[in-house]
């Protein structure tokens, strides 16, 4: 039956993801998992906090440079990345969560859909975002150090590297 099936599928993800994703959430990713096709990508939008940050989830069977497409994508739609969470079960599917600012009212999700659908599969929007001015994207904003920590000891299975640094957009 299906719950033996979201069983299934939910004890393939990883464990971090059992922390960071609701019940809801999990039977959903696991429903829209079950339709897509190896080419498919699908793009779900929460306002889960209106007036701090919204939330952009993309499903997908796992590729090379998946994840720097849809932060690329993001990026060229001038979208703000503020956290991105990352989960790829053993089977390959990915469930990414982007936590962006406040998107407001001009965001159209069926146009990020569309151009998704139109350049996932090209190695176009490496070479567009590699070619962008990023002083456009720049803010005027006091100038801080950037620092990183490594840190073996919080996690058995894991390292965890904290990168503190400016925040540009993407």
């Known amino acids: 039956d299906e719950g033996d099936k979201i069983s299934d599928w939910f004890k393939q993800m990883p464990f971090k993801y059992s922390l960071n994703v609701d019940a809801e959430k999990i039977i959903k990713h696991y429903r829209v998992m079950e339709s897509l ?7 779900y939008y929460s306002d889960e906090s209106p007036d701090i940050y919204e939330k952009i989830t993309f499903m997908a069977k796992d590729k090379i440079g998946l994840f ?8 060229l739609n001038k979208i703000n990345i503020m956290e991105a969470q990352l989960f790829t079960g ?3 599917d990915v469930v990414d969560i982007f936590k962006v ?15 998704l659908n139109e350049i ?4 176009e929007i490496l070479k567009q975002i590699s070619s962008m001015n990023q ?18 000891d919080v996690s058995a299975e894991f390292t965890v590297i904290d990168v503190d640094a400016p925040d540009e957009i993407g």
């Open 120 to 123: 996932v599969l090209s190695e």
């Open 101 to 115: 600012d406040k998107l407001g009212s001009q965001f159209n999700i069926e146009q990020l859909q569309k151009q």
């Open 37 to 43: 096709s190896d080419d498919q990508i699908e793009i």
């Open 135 to 152: 002083k456009s994207f720049r803010q005027a904003r006091p100038v801080s150090e950037t620092t990183v920590i490594v840190d073996n």
């Open 90 to 92: 053993k089977a390959g």
């Open 68 to 75: 720097a497409k849809l932060s690329g994508l993001l990026t």
